[in-house]
């Protein structure tokens, strides 16, 4: 991708409240990463139904021996609902919309259900964003994916993003801490806890936050000072490449 200049969308846009609905999940989900073609090895119930999600994605499929999944079936929303009766541990394989195929060691035991939400440590190719993405010039895709965020709907294709390589980090006084992510095709959304520590008001200037591989930085509310103990939201949209060389 060639290099560009980080893009100003608050330059464009009205400053609204960003309400973006998280993932339906279970309360007790365990969040996990996953690489592609790998495996995990899971423990699960063999007296209750297990779910596995993958967020951003819908699995489509998951398979194992004849006789070992005494049920399973697919929810509105994507997951996978599966039960086994099996005492002893065999190897479950998912599949996803998205083109994902990783294996599952299961260890049954006689447990409560196991509810997980699996991400994978690498970006996937997702088409459908990428029509969106490529139908519009440069800066006006910024515009418009930015406008999307702050509607919390996000354009067609995207999906949540694991934020387990995100880092805290501070910048001229201020602490960024990693609280939701989102991948598009070629882009890579972040949005992090902006906070004040410091006893006294610290300017707020967003150039600060400028990485290599930025396109655009929004802060929202976004105030000419940030006051001692007051926080706000950053958001850090990224080039995105993918390890087949697309983006």
């Known amino acids: 991708m060639t290099n560009r200049k980080p893009f100003h969308p608050w330059r464009w846009l009205p400053l609204l409240v960003l309400a973006v609905a998280p993932t339906t999940m279970a309360a007790t989900a365990v969040t996990l990463t996953f690489s592609p073609g ?14 596995i999600v993958v967020p951003g994605d819908r699995v489509t499929n998951i398979s194992s021996a004849a006789g070992l999944l005494t049920d399973k079936k697919n929810t509105q929303a994507g997951a996978a609902l599966f039960s086994t009766a099996s005492d002893k541990p065999f190897t479950l394989y998912v599949e996803t919309r998205l083109g994902q195929v990783f294996s599952i060691n299961a260890t049954p035991r006689a447990t409560e259900g196991r509810s997980y939400r699996l991400f994978p440590t690498t970006p996937t190719p997702r088409p459908v964003a990428k029509v969106w993405e490529t139908a519009q010039p440069y800066e006006s895709m ?8 702050l509607r919390g709907a996000l354009p067609e294709g995207y999906g949540p993003a694991s934020i387990d390589k995100e880092a805290p980090f501070t910048r001229a006084g201020l602490q960024a801490t990693p609280d939701s992510a989102w991948d598009g095709n070629a882009v890579h959304i972040v949005r992090y806890r902006l906070t004040n520590p410091l006893s006294v008001p610290v300017v707020l200037r967003e150039p600060d936050f400028w990485t290599p591989g930025t396109r655009a930085i929004m802060v929202h509310p976004r105030y000419q000072r940030l006051i001692a103990g007051a926080s706000t939201w950053l958001y850090v949209i990224r080039t995105q490449e993918h390890t087949d060389g697309q983006h």
């Not at 910024?142 to 965020?149: D, K, T």
């Open 38 to 51: 790998g495996h995990l090895d899971l423990p699960i119930s063999n007296v209750n139904p297990n779910l």
């Open 142 to 149: 910024l515009v418009a994916l930015n406008r999307a965020l």
